[in-house]
């Protein structure tokens, strides 16, 4: 089969250059020998110069081509020599468009971390990988679980580790709640639903959107899911085709790209700065905008860095968006109620309500009712667009607990009384964290306007060695030296696509806190 697609490319190639007088690279295959054809000289491994011009259609026949050719080969045979390919096109390509030899970067990137994760593995394993589905080397696993993961490895081999990583209030479900689950089981709420939730706890959610944030949405114009995460999930599925991008301003939560590319989607990040806050500036919105894009998350308050925008500084993002009618806004506001001082929370259709047709509100009761295990969130939208999510659903989950269906009408309808109490000692926590870095060395932490995470630089630490001789080139480093030297747990900024900086949660007691502080300003002043 490789020989075979190779022969094709090539013929393909030839038709397609034969009016330019180029003679097209050869795809490499790899003989008994070992040494590879076509491209590359037998003898040095350069590439033939006669065969540096290749034409753009080539590529998108590379492209498309490349996916069935890895599924129909041994990844051992034809990675390596592709990821070889794919370095002399890109050092041919400078006559092409950039679209292609963006295209290409892509590919050879995808085709270098599948390479190595697959060489890396046992004979057995490589065996056993060639029977899963390719889009599982798209993705990798969540960085935030990974490493609450180790911190709970080290707990339970006596170690004391202070984690700082865990997205999830450190509160329990306020008690109406429980009450309100107990009394559904006794009642007998525990067959199947409605797939996009009971009638009730729709129209509660309508009630909210209406009481809490000014809009009006119909019980038919809402969705309940398994989670906020897997809203998202079901928005995307339910709308993106190969190609589509999906902007994701950085740092983000570490999900979004993901969830996008295991979509069949592009996700483009679009960095910020901590000179703006970690806020989305209306200029690098415009310019990421393509003819491609087909979405824009927007969280606010943000997991990482806890940044919130205004009422004018969404505006200014709504007047963009109001410009490119093909793009679609999906606002994550699970930290909707988690936010300090005097800030206000808004959200986009609130802003500018002609973006109302095309834009996805999501919410949850996880962070603002610490209702993480129960697994419910929610959202509204265009109705067209909820019955796609619907559908998909439905051959997904078949709706979410009947349980926490009924627990969620109760946090959404019932008394609210816990709020204040959550945001005055997450306030507090906040001040204390932020205050307490900030006379670190080395280290700067703006001050964030609500969730629970801070979001500080390292910057001054890059380049420097720890106590035990380590050198710190990158955040991952700088946290992975803090968790083994002074047993802190925190997450690396570069996990949500923006660093050098780490994310701290400060969803655990205050003692817990400053002692973990403490241990991070010792840890600093070790280094030189």
């Given amino acids: 089969m490789g020989a075979r697609m190779s022969r094709t490319l090539r013929a393909i190639a030839r038709r ?13 295959r790899e003989g008994r020998s070992g040494r590879r054809d076509g491209l590359f000289d037998r003898t040095t491994g350069c590439m033939d110069a006669r065969r540096q011009a290749v034409g753009a259609e080539v590529f998108n026949r590379l492209e498309f081509q490349k996916e069935a050719y890895i599924a129909r080969n041994s990844l ?7 990821v070889k390919y794919m370095a002399h096109l890109l050092a041919a390509a400078d006559h092409l468009p950039a679209e292609y030899i963006c295209r290409l970067k892509s590919i050879q990137t995808l085709d270098e971390a599948r390479a190595d994760k697959y060489m890396s593995c046992k004979k057995s394993e490589r065996k056993l990988m060639r029977q899963f589905a390719e889009c599982l080397s798209r993705i990798k696993p969540s960085e935030t679980i990974a490493i609450t993961q180790k911190a709970r490895n080290l707990r339970t081999q006596g170690a004391r580790v202070i984690s700082l990583s865990t997205g999830e209030p450190d509160f329990d479900t306020p008690d109406n709640i429980k009450e309100a689950a107990i009394s559904a089981i006794r009642r007998g709420e525990t067959k199947y639903t409605n797939v996009a939730g009971i009638p009730e706890l729709r129209e509660a959610i309508s009630r909210k959107f209406k009481r809490e944030n000014q809009l009006d949405y119909s019980p038919s114009e809402t969705i309940v899911c398994t989670g906020a995460k897997h809203v998202i999930f079901n928005a995307l599925m339910a709308t993106l085709n190969p190609g589509d991008e999906v902007i994701v301003p950085s740092p983000y939560w570490v999900s979004y790209p993901e969830m ?9 990040k679009v960095p910020t700065s901590m000179e703006n806050k ?27 860095s806890g940044a919130a925008y205004s009422r004018s500084e969404l505006k200014v993002i709504t007047d963009v968006l109001l410009k490119y009618p093909h793009v679609w806004i999906l606002t994550d506001d699970i930290y909707e109620h988690l936010v300090y001082d005097d800030f206000e ?14 834009t996805l509100t999501m919410n949850g009761v996880s962070k603002s009712y610490a209702m993480t295990g129960w697994r419910l969130g929610y959202a509204a939208g265009p109705k067209a667009l909820i019955n796609a999510m619907d559908l998909i659903q439905g051959q997904q989950t078949s709706g979410t607990c009947s349980i926490s269906q009924w627990a969620a009408v109760e946090a959404l309808d019932g008394s609210q009384d816990h709020l204040p109490t959550f945001r005055k000692a997450f306030r ?6 932020v205050s307490m870095l900030n006379q670190t060395l080395y280290l700067s932490c703006p001050k964030p306007d609500g969730a629970f995470y801070a979001y500080p630089s390292c910057s001054g630490v890059i380049g420097k060695i720890t106590d035990k001789g380590k050198l710190i080139k990158t955040d991952e480093d700088f946290v992975s030296a803090l968790l083994e030297d002074e047993l802190v747990a925190t997450v690396h900024g570069s996990a949500f696509g923006l660093g050098p900086n780490f994310r701290v949660s400060y969803a655990t007691s205050t003692a817990e806190l400053e002692e973990a502080c403490q241990r991070i300003q010792r840890f600093c002043n070790s280094i030189r």
Avoid: H
Wanted: charged residues 25%; aromatic residues 6%.
């Fill in 260 to 268: 996008v590319t295991l979509c069949g989607g592009t996700p483009v």
């Fill in 428 to 433: 507090e926590r906040r001040d204390l964290v």
């Fill in 16 to 28: 397609l250059m034969a009016t330019r007088n180029r003679r097209p690279p050869a795809y490499p």
């Fill in 345 to 358: 929370f808004v959200t986009a259709v609130q802003i500018e309500p002609n973006l109302r047709d095309r």
């Fill in 278 to 304: 970690f806020r989305l500036q209306a200029k690098d919105l415009e310019q990421a905008i393509s003819p491609k894009t087909k979405w824009i998350i927007l969280n606010s308050p943000s997991n990482p």
């Fill in 76 to 82: 051992r045979a034809t990675l390596r020599p592709r």
